[in-house]
């Protein structure tokens, strides 16, 4: 589905998990690129740090954060200036594009029940917000800058002094804060590097239009969305 509906040129596709048999044939038969997961987080040193440090989550499951640290640290991998990322249970059904020709960006926006503490997890993150929008990024697919994700990490890293999925855990500890990549990244992109553009963008770049949030409040419900996502029905 999305060979067939995102209206962009696509590099590659890829596939990030534990490569077992199955997900290589798997792989192979769709003309995927497989990568190990834990080339870019080993997980029995991730799970290790956890269990050291006596780390509590405010989610039931360690894989939850684990799969949201994998799309971020991505960005070292990715080909091209910019990488889509879509759930594994989601299905676009209407065309999709991801950024204009005069550089505006879709962000998917609507309804988060844990937005609070997810907008929380951010501000902690970031030092702290001047805007905070009523509404939440978290869905079921982003489109990622890879340099606004590199920035983003390297902040996070520079005003923690650790790894940046060990501070999105630490700034949990005590507190009614749970992360979320897609809200983290669209505040941060939206909020924080659109007042510094010449920070993260090379010289070249800069008198391109900046990003503009193009407010698609799209809800969940099936008729409206251009995708489906079956966790939201299948419960």
Same mark, same amino acid.
């Given at each position: ?32 690129? /497989? ?15 956890? !269990? ?18 994998? !799309? /971020? ?87 923690? !002094? ?58 969940? !419900? ?14």
């Amino acid at each position: 589905s999305v060979k067939k509906w995102v209206k962009h040129p696509i590099n590659k596709m890829v596939i990030i998990a534990r490569p077992t048999p199955c997900l290589q044939d798997l792989a192979k038969e769709l003309g995927l690129e /497989l990568i190990d997961e834990n080339t870019l987080l080993p997980w029995g040193a991730f799970e290790a740090w956890i !269990k050291n440090e006596g780390i509590s989550l405010n989610h039931e499951s360690l894989g939850w954060y684990y799969q949201q640290f994998l !799309k /971020l640290l991505y960005y070292d991998n990715a080909d091209s200036e910019y990488y889509f990322v879509v759930d594994a249970d989601v299905v676009i059904k209407k065309p999709m594009v991801l950024i204009s020709d005069d550089g505006v960006h879709t962000y998917f926006v609507g309804e988060n029940l844990g937005d609070t503490i997810s907008k929380n997890s951010a501000k902690k993150l970031l030092g702290g917000l001047s805007c905070v929008p009523s509404f939440s990024f978290v869905a079921d697919l982003m489109c990622f800058d890879r340099r606004v994700v590199r920035s983003l990490i390297q902040d996070i890293e520079s005003r923690f !002094k650790t790894d940046f999925y060990k501070a999105a855990l630490l700034v949990e500890q005590g507190n009614a804060a749970r992360f979320s990549e897609y809200e983290l990244y669209g505040l941060y992109a939206n909020f924080v590097c659109e007042g510094s553009l010449a920070s993260y963008l090379p010289k070249s770049d800069i008198g391109r239009p900046r990003r503009k949030l193009w407010l698609d409040a799209y809800k969940i !419900k099936l008729k409206t969305l251009p995708y489906i996502a079956y966790h939201h029905y299948l419960r």
